[in-house]
């Protein structure tokens, strides 16, 4: 049996035909195209597929795509405005806060939901706030400072990046 | 203007814009028109011979298009996976098929693959195949596998042994030991360890009928050498016809060296098929499938005369290798291990003998460090404890001991020359950075006041830069080790860099684009660098050992000699000079002592557009190097940190991890930092929370999934204070040495040691890691820590 659900992704509004037990993360990557969202496991530990449904932080093998039905969804493709990234992305790319990238979009959209309900967070409430995000290359060290970067930013504050920028045309 | 500097520059990195915006591109985002979807039947069971396999029901599951068993592979004239590290003439070396064909032999071998339209019809499918199995028993601890009458892994290999492999001089080290003042003994289990990159392994077969060609996607570190085994070997077909693509690939640590089954599943069903067919792994199918690292059970003696000078050093290892050699294994637990021994200190003897052993395990192969985290942790340990022992600071002990800074070149007994090294001065930056003997009295203050606070010290070496090629086929290796390179400098005078190294998380795209743009003194975003396809690249070894930059960056750098002396050529002509009245500065060569110049740009056009040229020079402005390394690099550090364990439940919380290190000259800080992070992260990891557990009855994972298995999360670490020393390697043109692995290889040893130093009043000499808070209450308690499971 098929549901039609509807769904609006990064503002765009899809009416879409899944089988039940279709996950919301598999809507996104497999249905909708949009991949920046990964999958790291199976047991809904590794936070790789966190998106926000309704402005919330979820992890998106944790549901099933017809329960988005009727939701607003936000995925790391819709981030960024008009090619000017959010001031998490700038942190994560200014303090090196990645490596290999593949846990990337989950922790800045978990760190997106975390700055909302906390301006400006220590060190110890960002690790607490991380505890479902799995990284295996930074050792976490970079991703702190740079959600701190990202939050000193969005309160309006100067910063001083850690990374030169090299490259024209960045950020 | 003066060109920017940009080798020691903190450069923000190049591929990080696509991967903050989602952008990145790794295997399972491909989708190609037609693409097929494949799922692995894998056993249940550790050991089990196969009576039949019975496929009807699942071929006629909607959406399914084929369901294959190892039979069919086999008949069909695919080859066995081959390792490549042969230890010894005596080495055993039984076939490893994509889909096992008599029997399994782990939990998880594969013995069929389901291809469907879609992910879903696969897995269901999958469900039907019905597989008849006579189960066996099995044996998943490597010391049990050595013992009379244990299960028999494969009849090619008696005694479950696969070699014995030793290094050393036996009889000096006996004498030595025997006539010690002090010797300090320990009996390690190094644990067996799950990599865990968290991007899964993926794979996409792509067989183009009409140009009889076949392209494989794969999450791999190392695509010529897949690309190698791939055609050569398993599917014997021409390698020209092979094309190896390793796109984005999200961590690997070693796990994605290796060639491995699915690779071979996907590809040959691609071409029986003629339509793409994608697998990729969920993650406990990972926790399975990919090769898992360490697993070591080890005695270990050290000598020490009357003054705590080391006199002799004996180890015997059992290392446990799992049910089949996958393509490092046989290396990792003798060259990458046994040659670390004497670490940075004079030790005038050593042996070490190392049992490899067939096991119904997952194999074992190179995991982040592969084999010198496992001597460090040897060494470091034991030179700790024989400290305490003798009841002197640890740090006092190791100074005593060091290899100074005048004697270098060192020949140790076991084989590797050091070339060269501060170790003194990393310990005592550390000990600076630390604040160290301030830090020993909080201790004793912390104790008076019944605290437990533990300071731990680690001073590693390790071999990098794999490796000069002719050492290498000395040591078995079937393959050479230098690294490729290719500059290609085009008409508007922007430059292509292709490297056959493989980066996946390593930053090479920035790393590698400092080198050239600074060489050349050309803006870094005119500098493209390229990776990870067979079908662009000149023939490279890829990454791991902490090699890339030591080799693969001395490559760039020999086709970067080549491209300025043909720019020099063009560069002569065209300002009608000798050769040797130009000075190549700022992205120019300009005419010694007056202000005539042409650019670098100038010279890419002239080259392309060669109107006005040299006589006899060849059109074109593009280079290639192959680069052999001389010797191994030789990083080396001194780590400190400070832990407390609460006396009630034995938790362990690490305060302060201080890492000192010197990995040669560096090209970019914020990277080199990073990887120094990340390593001691994953080491601390070792120490304090992971461990694989295999049921010794069942042969069952019971560690199989990120529920059950405690990868280090967020809040389980401080941050990190890192410190550099930088003694350049003298035998690269860089003198650089490598940082991938440097914190992993210090770092276990460290914590495990300050736990020890925090308990060791209490009569606790070593903990079994990982060091859980039930094994630390344990210990306090005497009670014994090497029980199966917390």
């Not at chain 1, 607490?128 to 939050?151: D, K, M, P, Q, S």
């Not at chain 2, 009043?761 to 890691?769: A, E, K, N």
Request: net charge negative.
């Amino acid at each position: 049996m098929r549901h039609t659900i509807q769904v609006t992704v990064n503002g765009q509004t899809h009416r879409v035909e899944v089988e039940p037990r279709l996950l919301l993360v598999e809507l996104i990557r497999d249905v909708l195209g949009l991949t920046g969202t990964h999958v790291g496991c199976d047991t809904s530990q590794c936070g790789a597929c966190t998106v926000h449904v309704n402005g919330e932080a979820v992890k998106s093998c944790t549901m099933f795509a017809v329960q988005a039905d009727g939701c607003e969804i936000t995925t790391v493709e819709g981030l960024a405005t008009d090619e000017q990234l959010h001031p998490l992305q700038e942190g994560f790319w200014q303090e090196h806060g990645l490596q290999c990238g593949f846990c990337t979009p989950g922790i800045i959209m978990a760190a997106a939901d975390l700055l909302k309900r906390n301006p400006d967070p220590s060190e110890e409430e960002i690790r607490r706030a991380l505890e479902g995000n799995f990284c295996r290359c930074t050792g976490y060290h970079n991703i702190v400072r740079a959600i701190r970067y990202a939050a000193a930013r969005m309160r309006g504050e100067a910063v001083v990046p850690r990374g030169e920028a090299a490259p024209t045309g960045a950020s | 203007m003066e060109a920017r500097a940009y080798i020691g520059a903190p450069i923000r990195r190049v591929e990080d814009r696509r991967f903050v915006t989602g952008r990145g591109r790794y295997t399972d985002d491909i989708v190609l028109p037609g693409m097929l979807y494949a799922w692995i039947v894998r056993s249940p069971h550790a050991h089990a011979r196969i009576r039949a396999i019975r496929t009807e029901k699942a071929r006629q599951h909607p959406g399914v298009v084929a369901v294959f068993t190892g039979k069919d592979m086999l008949d069909d004239g695919v080859g066995s996976l081959p390792t490549g590290w042969q230890i010894g003439p005596d080495m055993k070396e039984p076939p490893h098929y994509a889909l096992a064909v008599d029997k399994v032999r782990y939990v998880g071998d594969g013995v069929a693959v389901v291809i469907a339209e879609t992910k879903a019809a696969a897995r269901d499918a999958a469900e039907l195949v019905e597989v008849d199995y006579e189960e066996l028993p099995a044996v998943v601890d490597a010391a049990e596998a050595l013992k009379e009458g244990a299960p028999l892994v494969h009849d090619e290999a008696p005694g479950n042994l696969c070699y014995v492999w030793e290094l050393g001089d036996r009889e000096a080290t006996d004498r030595a030991l025997a006539t010690a003042h002090h010797v300090t003994k320990l009996e390690f289990v190094n644990q067996r360890l799950i990599p865990n990159a968290i991007e899964p392994r993926s794979a996409i077969g792509h067989y183009d009928p009409g140009r009889d060609e076949l392209t494989l996607y794969t999450s791999s570190q190392n695509p010529h050498l897949i690309r190698l085994l791939l055609s050569a070997f398993v599917l014997k077909i021409p390698e020209h016809k092979v094309r190896v693509i390793s796109p984005d690939v999200g961590g690997g640590f070693g796990s994605k060296i290796f060639h491995y089954p699915e690779e071979v599943i996907c590809a040959w069903s691609s071409r029986k098929l003629g339509r793409p067919v994608k697998w990729t792994a969920v993650r406990s199918e990972s926790f399975v499938s990919d090769a898992h690292g360490r697993d070591h059970i080890t005695t270990a003696e050290m000598g020490f005369d009357r003054d705590g000078r080391i006199v002799g050093l004996r180890v015997r290892t059992i290392a446990n290798l799992g049910a089949y050699l996958s393509t490092f294994a046989p290396g990792v637990p003798t060259w990458l291990y046994g040659t670390l021994l004497a670490g940075q200190y004079k030790t005038p003897h050593i042996h070490v003998e190392v049992k490899g052993v067939f096991t119904n395990t997952t194999p074992v192969d190179a995991y982040r460090g592969a084999g010198r985290p496992e001597a460090t942790y040897v060494v470091e340990r034991l030179v700790d404890l024989a400290a305490h022992e003798m009841g002197l600071d640890p740090a006092e002990l190791r100074r005593r001991n060091f290899i100074q800074p005048d004697e270098f070149p060192y020949q140790t007994p076991v084989v590797l020359q050091y070339d060269s090294g501060n170790y003194e001065g990393a310990l005592n930056k550390a000990l600076e950075m630390a604040d160290y003997w301030k830090l020993r009295e909080e201790q004793k203050r912390a104790r008076e006041q019944g605290r437990l606070i533990g300071i731990g010290l680690s001073c590693y070496i390790e071999a990098c830069g794999l490796a000069p090629s002719k050492v290498a086929g000395a040591i078995g290796v079937r393959a050479g080790l230098y690294e490729s390179a290719a500059i290609r400098v085009l008409p508007t005078g922007k430059v292509q860099v292709f490297t056959g190294t493989h980066s996946h998380g390593q930053g090479h795209e920035t790393t590698f684009a400092q080198i050239v743009a600074h060489e050349l003194g050309i803006p870094l975003e005119d500098v493209e660098v390229i990776h990870g396809d067979t079908a662009e690249i000149p023939f490279g070894m890829g990454t791991y050992g902490s090699r890339s930059l030591a080799t693969g960056g001395s490559a760039i750098y020999r086709a970067l000699e080549k491209v300025k002396a043909k720019a020099r050529k063009i560069a002569a002509h065209k300002l009608e000079v000798a050769e040797e009245d130009l000075e190549f500065r700022n992205g120019q060569f300009i005419v010694k002592g007056t202000d005539r110049a042409i650019s670098f740009g100038d010279i890419a056009l002239t080259a392309y557009v060669p109107h006005d040229y040299p006589e006899g020079l060849e059109p074109g402005l593009e280079e290639n190097a192959f680069y052999d390394p001389a010797n191994f690099t030789f990083p080396f550090g001194a780590h400190l940190s400070v832990v407390e364990v609460d006396p009630e439940t034995g938790r362990v919380k690490l305060l302060r991890y201080v890492a000192v290190d010197d990995v040669g000259r560096i090209i970019n800080p914020m990277i080199v930092e990073g990887q120094i992070h990340g390593g001691v992260a994953q080491g601390v990891g070792q120490a304090l929370l992971e461990g694989a557990i295999y049921d010794r009855s069942s042969g069952q994972l019971l560690t199989g999934s990120l529920l059950d298995y405690a990868l280090p999360r967020a809040d389980d670490l401080p941050s990190f204070e890192v410190g550099h020393q930088e003694t350049p390697c003298p035998h690269n043109p860089l003198g650089a040495k490598g940082a991938g692995e440097a914190g992993t290889i210090a770092a276990t040893a460290c914590v495990v040691n300050a736990v020890v130093d925090a308990l060791y009043h209490l009569g606790v000499r070593d903990i079994r890691m990982p060091l859980t808070p039930e094994r630390v209450w344990r210990a306090m308690r005497g009670l014994p820590t090497d029980g199966h499971a917390s």
